[in-house]
């Protein structure tokens, strides 16, 4: 197994390295740094912004070959280059990068696991009242697009708050100022985090639940009427636990390279969702780098989304092989 | 190696082949005939068109119907609530929310549909290609479209915008050219396993050359998944350039698209939800409508998902694929 | 005392597929009830139905009695303690059948658990067993495998294990062996026999093959459309069959012995089971039909000895089956000259076809090479017909496709009409595929379901340039050749039955009059009773034609009806060859004899006196081929030799084909180091 992974590890390394690159020479090609540094009051005289260019390694310039092999050499050595600002890009990273796992992960996890659980279900009661209405939610929701569930969810939460007099949820940044320091002290920071935290994981577990409804509503189907579901009822196994035992399991089989597929929706979901409920993580920084033309940081943050895909991709494997043992022996 | 023949002869000889209730049945007008009946036959396929017809036909005949310009200003009624004289309200700037809707349903509509037209084609291309061809053309071409895979196509189509400067025609190829990939690799799987069909076999043992083999006895086969990945590509699309118009990446002031309008409005969706609601609600109901057509076009023409009729024999498979969710792959890992 | 009734059941499928009607019978302890009947006759919902597995949608009507206790209408909870436990079921396709996904020992041990109640190390020990007892080595590891490491023979022994696991009364076994190879089939019937000897069981054996049931039944059921048409003691049907459907089977039935007293046929298809039927089901394909057939569908009626049944209304025309069926007129056998005087058409030397073996589902990786043709070498002359018969794996398929190639193969020479294949111009191949042409197995991969036969049958002419005026008259022509309508032209491949659609095929083939036709399978995914039809065309236009036929399949019966010459394969190599009658009289590759020895016969008295020695072992792994000899790890004179001397030959080298000589065998080669002696081993 290890030796397996280690050469899909290889294979993903170079797919990465090529779509990096790829990213970034888009990038530097596109975006314009330089017309921000002339928008700025009072305008720096030409020299200067060449200069500042040039020691950011931004300079349309230079040609973008040059640009890309000194870009390139920092990432080798683990150095993503500098922010617009002059910041390295590194801490600032890896800094957003927690932010945006603390709003993904449980959206994310919860998402996931409510809609295998709705999906199944709603497969078992095929045709019936339940699997009809779960099957319209689960359409429903995937025609909303995230910035309109967000916002949608924010009216809804307004109405809420109105109504109850107090705010029950919050929906601006990861938490508020001062709330630490309340009558309930670090245990007080704590629960305001959770409220800030419930809309966008609501957020971000509703569009994930949407996709996993359809994914293992379609697999449990597959499996309904599948011959050893019947074998399982012919030992005398009754209905309920034929499903349980035999047809979950393999069910699920499929959703593994499913996951790898969501992933990458995850990472364009949390851009909106971060953006809209004012989390500074990636998602945000990303988008605002694009508007700046900060190369460096869009080309990064590209990179780290790369990685994740095919990090994605890595773990679908891993659980595919965990799950299902026709693969583990043929990875043997 | 052989395949046990003895293992075929066990299928009944109504059910061992799935295809043929899917398939065409009649010359080609009158195929085209029964695959409409077929069609409005499925709720979900029909309700999906009744929608989308309705959505197309507000798009077309909005600008004619309403008082309003898409970019008048009236000067007496800044964000005024929905009434007779402005049927969705105004916004900030005195401007029609209707007449905008329209524009943006418009654009929406037609950025999706040339998009999913032309990401299709590029998809059949690339991947009838790569699967009959196989070899090394197929790998080297498999493999591009994994490297474009792994970048999310969202974000990469992001990265480009500045290029466009404004002009939307210009999205539709920077929108196709990421978006096709995923049916890509679908075409190619499908050509790799038509390829060996018996029938196929036949038609080269016969002598029929590659290219009329591809025509004749491949591309008819791909026709009906070709139709619902278009179908799906457009609501794919569509979501993707209200996205893009949304962070202002798009689709740009003082043009409008639905995301943009969506955009101007989110700030004050509590106060004024009219500046935001009846845009957003048009474009959940197109995404609807196209994920309900397209999922309905699967299960009628798609082979490999249970076609609605049962079969005697009483063992009917479902081979359901997940369905509208195709719609929503924008960054994708190499599967 | 009966175990298991059934009476007047009816199952009748969403909307209105009527799959059952009215069907009844018993089965008494220690007994096997045959049930027999094509595709589409309602066998397999007879057996679902019994245990109550029905998918939802269907309609039950009639009574199921387990040791008096009725079963049907009883809520799910109740039935689901009886299944497994009292009443247990084989089922057919022992790959889908397991659960991918956990250890056939803990499947076996749920199957305990479930009822018994046991410890969980107790019912895995128990588990382990019931492998030992089905005849699977190494029992208490492999318990421990998943089933797609397992064979399809042992699967089937898992399943069987299963089956037995608590001691039931009754089994109900849907066709057990139909996707098996013959020496696998007789596997798995003798662990059938040995659960059933364990047991006590009575046991409902459901199978199309009526040489399965002669052997193994002791009473049988025909069944046609939904209906029992006749049923008995197994020996007063086979030898006194009086309903004409049965009549009609038993006699088109191609027989390894050779006996067929003029292979008879049955016209037509089955009815559609959605059509309401009025009178007798069999009556438009009847030849002794009477004007009271149409009037209502008769009930079977006592017409003989101990519960002989029969739903006929003319017995009277049956009293002698041998005159139910008109004999076919046979057809001249064209004068030719002797076979060393007739040109070779084909010429295969030293053939190899190997292909990589990759394995992983994720990623694929080199483990190994198929050898899938190893060498093999055989001639075909005008007018001649070779079988190349041999179990599923052992690279049949991949000879004709090599062949069909007209390429420069991997190794050695296919010559066709004297051109060598390997160093064709791209003009010269394509005008060459006009004489050499090809069949397929299955007629309903066969055919492109979205063009007309019509269309079908142009393809080969638009190709090779025949005018488009002459075509129409073409296809037409081909039509009446292979006995269609010309008003079948219009039709859609998925419009036509199984043998209608097998004969479209036939004329494609012909439609650029070839010399030589390759035909893989041509009638294995056919009933019986269509079987005989394509079979009997095959043989008129061979005649009228002067074709040449490569003909590959795995059933020897067929073979023996339509080949001159066969050759049988084991593990990529042509183990034997030579004239039919020689081959089939006086094997002498001990591979050969087990073949032979494994088909069943339709011939219950026969069948049960029948001496054999089941062939031990699975096929082989085509990528590993064993050192020397490649039969000798299955080889039973192998394995009978006393001492390390006899057997060193086998254990150094594979033998290669050496012609035989003798008073019986002017034309056979076999490559063993010990070929049998004439009537040695004989049955």
């Given at each position: 197994m290890a030796a397996f992974l280690l050469r899909r590890l290889a294979g993903h390394a170079v797919l990465a390295v090529l779509a990096a690159s790829l990213a970034y020479l888009l990038a530097a090609a596109a975006l314009d740094p330089r017309a921000d540094f002339e928008d700025r009051a009072p305008r720096p005289p030409a020299s200067a912004i060449d200069a500042e260019l040039s020691r950011l390694n931004l300079n349309d310039r230079t040609p973008v070959l040059r640009r890309y092999r000194t870009w390139a050499g920092g990432v080798a050595r683990g150095d993503f280059g500098r922010t617009?600002?002059?910041?390295?890009v590194n801490a600032e990273m890896w800094r957003r990068t927690w932010v945006s796992l603390r709003l993904l992960l449980p959206g994310a996890v919860l998402g996931c696991v409510l809609g295998v659980l709705l999906g199944a279900y709603a497969a078992v009661r095929h045709g019936r009242a339940a699997d009809r209405a779960i099957t319209f939610a689960s359409y429903l929701l995937l025609a909303v697009p995230v910035f309109v569930l967000a916002a949608l969810l924010q009216i809804a939460a307004s109405e809420v708050n109105d109504l109850a007099g107090v705010r029950v949820f919050e929906w601006v940044g990861e938490s508020s100022p001062g709330a630490g320091e309340g009558a309930f002290g670090a245990l007080g920071g704590f629960g305001d985090r959770l409220r800030h935290l419930l809309l966008p994981t609501v957020t971000v577990a509703l569009a994930q639940l949407a996709l996993y409804v359809r994914y293992q509503r379609g697999t449990m189907l597959d499996v309904l009427n599948a011959d050893f579901v019947r074998t399982a009822r012919a030992k005398g196994l009754r209905w309920r636990s034929a499903l349980l035992r035999h047809g979950l399991r393999t069910a699920m089989i499929p959703m593994t390279t499913y996951f790898a597929y969501t992933s990458g929706l995850l990472l364009l979901g949390a851009m909106f969702t971060e953006k809209i409920f004012g989390w500074h993580g990636l998602g945000e920084w990303l988008i605002d780098s694009i508007t700046r033309g900060d190369v460096n940081v869009v080309a990064a943050v590209n990179c780290l989304a790369a990685g994740c895909v095919l990090l994605a991709g890595l773990v679908s494997d891993v659980v595919n092989g965990f799950l299902d043992p026709r693969v583990r022996v043929g990875a043997a | 190696m052989t395949t046990p023949a003895a293992a075929a002869r066990t299928q009944s000889q109504g059910d061992a082949s799935p295809a043929p209730a899917a398939d065409g049945t009649g010359r080609p007008l009158s195929r085209a005939r029964a695959g409409a009946r077929r069609v409005l036959a499925s709720r979900r396929a029909a309700a999906g068109l009744a929608l989308l017809g309705l959505l197309a036909l507000l798009a077309v005949a909005g600008p004619f119907v309403s008082p309003w310009r898409w970019d008048d200003t009236d000067l007496t009624a800044f964000r005024a609530p929905p009434s007779s004289e402005h049927w969705f309200g105004t916004t900030q700037?005195?401007?029609d929310v209707f007449a905008l809707s329209v524009r943006g349903l418009r654009r929406s509509l037609a950025i999706g549909l040339c998009v999913a037209v032309l990401s299709t084609g590029l998809a059949a291309a690339v991947g009838t290609v790569a699967g009959f061809a196989g070899g090394w053309t197929g790998r080297c071409l498999m493999w591009g479209v994994d490297v474009l895979l792994v970048l999310p196509s969202f974000l990469v189509v992001a990265v480009l915008s500045p290029l466009l400067g404004g002009r939307w025609p210009l999205l539709v190829p920077l929108l196709a050219a990421f978006l096709w990939m995923v049916t890509a690799r679908v075409v190619r799987a499908m050509t790799v396993s038509l390829r060996e069909r018996e029938y196929v076999l036949a038609a080269r043992f016969l002598g029929v050359g590659a290219p009329r083999v591809i025509v004749r006895h491949i591309l008819p086969h791909l026709a009906s998944l070709l139709v619902v990945d278009a179908s799906l590509n457009v609501s794919v699309a569509i979501v993707t350039e209200s996205g893009l118009s949304y962070f202002g990446f798009g689709v740009r002031p003082p043009d409008v698209s639905l995301g943009t309008i969506i955009a101007d409005g989110r700030g004050t969706a509590t106060t004024h939800p009219w500046l935001f609601g009846f845009a957003a609600a048009l474009l959940v109901l197109v995404v609807l409508a196209v994920n309900l057509l397209g999922d309905g076009l699967r299960d009628v023409l798609d082979p490999t998902s249970s076609g609605p009729a049962p079969r005697t024999g009483g063992r009917v498979r479902r081979r359901a694929r997940p369905g509208n969710a195709r719609a929503h792959e924008y960054g994708t890992g190499p599967a | 005392m009966n175990v298991l009734e059934v009476r007047g059941l009816n199952v009748t499928y969403a909307p209105d597929v009527r799959a059952v009607r009215g069907v009844g019978f018993d089965v008494a302890p220690g007994e096997v009830l045959g049930i027999v009947g094509e595709s589409g006759s309602g066998k397999s919902a007879v057996a679902l139905a019994t245990l109550g597995l029905?998918?939802?949608g269907a309609r039950v009507r009639g009574s199921v009695r387990l040791r008096g206790r009725e079963l049907l209408g009883r809520p799910d909870a109740e039935l689901s303690r009886v299944r497994g436990r009292d009443l247990a079921m084989v089922f057919q396709d022992p790959l889908s059948a397991l659960t991918p996904v956990h250890t056939v020992g803990d499947q076996i041990a749920e199957t305990i658990r479930v009822h018994a109640g046991a410890t969980r190390a107790a019912a895995r020990a128990r588990a382990a067993e019931l492998l030992e007892l089905v005849g699977i080595p190494d029992a208490p590891r492999r318990a421990r495998a998943y089933p797609h490491e397992f064979s399809g023979g042992m699967r089937q022994r898992v399943m069987i294990a299963m089956a037995i696991a608590n001691d039931p009364v009754a089994i109900v076994a849907d066709e057990p062996t139909t996707s098996l190879d013959v020496t696998i089939q007789a596997q798995v019937l003798d662990v059938l026999r040995t659960a059933k000897e364990a047991t006590g069981a009575a046991i409902v054996l459901i199978t199309h093959d009526l040489g399965v049931v002669a052997g193994f039944a002791d009473r049988v059921m025909v069944m046609y459309a939904g209906r029992a048409v006749e049923s008995g003691p197994v020996d007063e049907v086979y030898r006194r069959p009086r309903m004409p459907y049965t009549i009609g089977l038993l006699q088109s039935l191609p027989r390894i012995d050779g006996t067929a007293r003029g292979a008879r046929r049955i016209e037509g298809a089955p009815p559609d089971a959605t059509e309401p039927a009025a009178g007798c089901p069999f009556a438009p394909r009847c030849p002794v039909s009477v004007p009271d057939c149409a009037d209502a569908e008769p009930e079977p009626a006592l017409t003989g000895p101990s519960g002989h049944l029969v739903a006929c209304v003319n017995t009277v025309a049956t009293a002698d089956p041998a005159r139910v069926f008109p004999a076919p007129d046979?057809?001249?056998v064209p004068a030719r000259p002797p076979r060393e005087e007739r040109r070779v058409v084909l010429e295969v030397n030293e053939l190899v076809r190997h292909h990589p073996l990759y394995r992983g589902t994720l990623i694929k990786r080199r483990v190994g090479t198929v050898h899938a043709v190893d060498g093999i070498g055989f001639d075909v002359r005008e007018g001649e017909s070779l079988g190349l018969v041999g179990e599923s794996g052992c690279g049949k398929t991949s000879a004709l496709m090599e062949i069909l190639r007209l390429a420069r193969p991997q190794g050695g020479r296919v010559s066709v009409f004297g051109k060598d294949t390997s160093d064709l111009s791209k003009g010269r191949r394509k005008a060459l595929r006009r004489d050499i042409q090809v069949v397929f197995q299955d007629p309903f991969t066969s055919l492109d379901p979205r063009m007309r036969v019509a269309d079908i049958l142009a393809e080969p002419l638009v190709t090779h340039g025949v005018p488009p005026e002459r075509t129409r008259e073409r296809v037409e022509k081909l039509l009446e050749l292979v006995g269609l309508d010309p008003a079948h032209a219009c039709r859609y491949p998925h419009g036509l039955s199984g043998g209608q659609r097998q004969r479209v095929g036939i004329a494609r083939a012909l439609a650029l009059e070839p010399r030589l036709l390759l035909l893989d399978e041509p009638v294995a995914a056919l009933d019986v009773s269509v079987q005989a039809g394509v079979i009997d065309l095959l043989e008129e236009l061979r005649a009228r034609l002067g074709l040449a036929y490569l003909f590959v399949a795995h059933d020897l019966a067929v073979v023996r009806r339509i080949a001159d010459r066969v050759a049988v394969m084991y593990h990529g190599r042509i183990v034997e060859i030579g004239s039919a009658p020689e081959v089939y009289g006086s094997p002498a590759h001990p591979y050969t004899r087990a073949l032979l020895d494994a088909v069943p016969l339709p011939d219950p008295g026969r069948e049960r006196h029948r001496r054999r020695v089941p062939l031990q072992g699975d096929p082989p792994d085509p990528a590993s081929p064993p050192r020397g000899c490649r039969f000798r790890p299955r080889c039973p004179r192998y394995a009978s030799f006393p001492d390390d001397a006899s057997r060193s030959p086998c254990d150094a080298q594979d033998p290669v084909s050496r012609p035989l000589s003798g008073a019986v065998r002017r034309d056979q080669s076999v490559a063993c180091h010990y070929p049998l002696l004439p009537g040695e081993g004989v049955r």
């Open positions: 617009w600002q002059g910041e390295p | 700037s005195g401007r | 029905l998918p939802p046979r057809l001249p």
